[in-house]
């Protein structure tokens, strides 16, 4: 059977495999949604133990979809993936393979982030195999035969196991990390029929959004469960594709078969004006996608120049209505968000890069203060009191959260005192806070004795190193593209600039309006999301641009404006 078209409001056999290929804004949501209630009115294969599976790959979806299902979620469970493999597979199965890896499995409560450990790090032997440490984050594992293999992003040696030891090291603590919940989850149900069958009983139906950004471990897994019983849907679009660096990959999406599976496509595009919808048909050519509803806007338009003057300009013509901007990194996000300018070419780095101190207790201690402020200033509360009370259990009953909430309000009402200050301001305050234990700085007397440290407590902003924070659900006006992913507004400013350290080149980083490679360029997926958030007016603003680009692009129906 070939592919079938569809729209957001049909209906398909629930009994079936499928896969749905759709592009932005087609109304992939909105069929879920549907598919769901149909399901659930009329299935007669769930119950009060067995249910409906929904995973979606951040929790701003599940928001989403749980408000969307309103008072219909009863026999659903709507997670992300890392989250149902934790709480169903993980938790309650670990102890099946905790000695083969030497887990203590008693004390793993949740997975956290990883992040690297000096200490470990120099206990392996990777370091004499010329493995540096930031490569640690590099790390990610695969299926090999009949087991899970550790390999390094980038290297071709096998290193599997001196990162097996490093990673054995949290185990034993009882920290996992999240990419070792996909691995250890596959590794449950390839070796334990009896789980497998549990999680096939519990959920007869497995309902995957945003397909495109699975990574193979998580795709061997559904393809492991999807074998009998439960019926596996899957809906994405591979252009919306942005998460290469996680393992996710375009042709996965395209390769995803099982048997007896039906494949769909849509081909509305329900959000964006007929003027965005053909700007948006130019960058990719595997859907054509129509208006069905023809809604009316103006061109695109590019503006040239710097991103704070073009938000303005934008706001004039706008008026009262909100403008989003959409940035490729963080940094330009939070210059947005901050109102500071942005120099073209800058390293686009995360915080624990860029803070520089060689004292390992005061360097978690200063970056989880900065990001606890950050997160903070835009309302982020829990993430902010989660950041810093890891520093401060032992202050309070709390667990440290009350003092972390004193101590945050305290820095936010004073921030004025130290923000666009050198971190040096800011270390005094901490010093004389005596919450937190950490060696004082050794100052010079003179400027030619001064450490590497004193320069740079003394000479970098607290503005600057604040600006590589990075926001988990960032909701604000102004963010990275990855935090718009499903998210749609009125109007938008979508900022092209260098990569990561390179200053703006043409033919590179407008390549995605001028010579699209949708399947082969992460890049131009990334700007072609970015673009497709836009419901009624679309602006990219760019440093320069040639007359030949100029040309070409009053021809795809973009009008200059400087
Ligand atoms: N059949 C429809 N009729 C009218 N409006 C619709 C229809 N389907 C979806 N919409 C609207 O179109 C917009 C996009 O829908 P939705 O968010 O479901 O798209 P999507 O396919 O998930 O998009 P993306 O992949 O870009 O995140 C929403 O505002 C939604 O309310």
Redesign the pocket.
Known sequence: MGVQLV???SQIDMEQHFKIT??????????LIRHIKNVLHNSTRLGRNRKIACITYTNVGVETILQRLGDEVDYVEVCTIHSFLFTHIVKPYLHLISDKHEINHMKVDAPYEHIVSNGYFRMTDLSMKKIQEQEMKKVFWFIDGDSCKLHIRGRKSDFHKSLLKYKKMFWEKGIIHYDDVLAFAWEILNSSKETLRIIRSKFPYFFIDEFQDTNPVQTEIIKLIAEKETIVGVIG?KA?SIYEFQGADVKQFDNYILSGMVSYK?E?N??SSENIINLLNGIRKDIVQRS??LKEGNLPSIIVGQPLQALKHIQDIVGEEQVTTLSYSNLMANSMRNNTDYEDGQKWMLIEDAYIDSNPDRRKIFISMIKAIEYARLSHYKEAIKELSRHLRMSDDYNGQKTSLIVIKMMLDEYHEYSNRPLWIFYEKLLGLAHFKFPKIRESKDEKTASEIEIFYKNTLYSNIALNVKIAEDDSLHRTIHKA????FDNVLVIVKGRDGYKYNEERDLGFLLNPDIDGNEDHRVNYVAC??A?KKLFINLPEISETAKKKLEVICIRTLH
């Open positions: 729209n957001a409001d759709a592009g932005p804004g087609a109304g992939k949501t909105r069929f679009d919306q849509m509305d329900h959000r069905p509803d992913k499903g998210s749609e497709s958030r419901k």
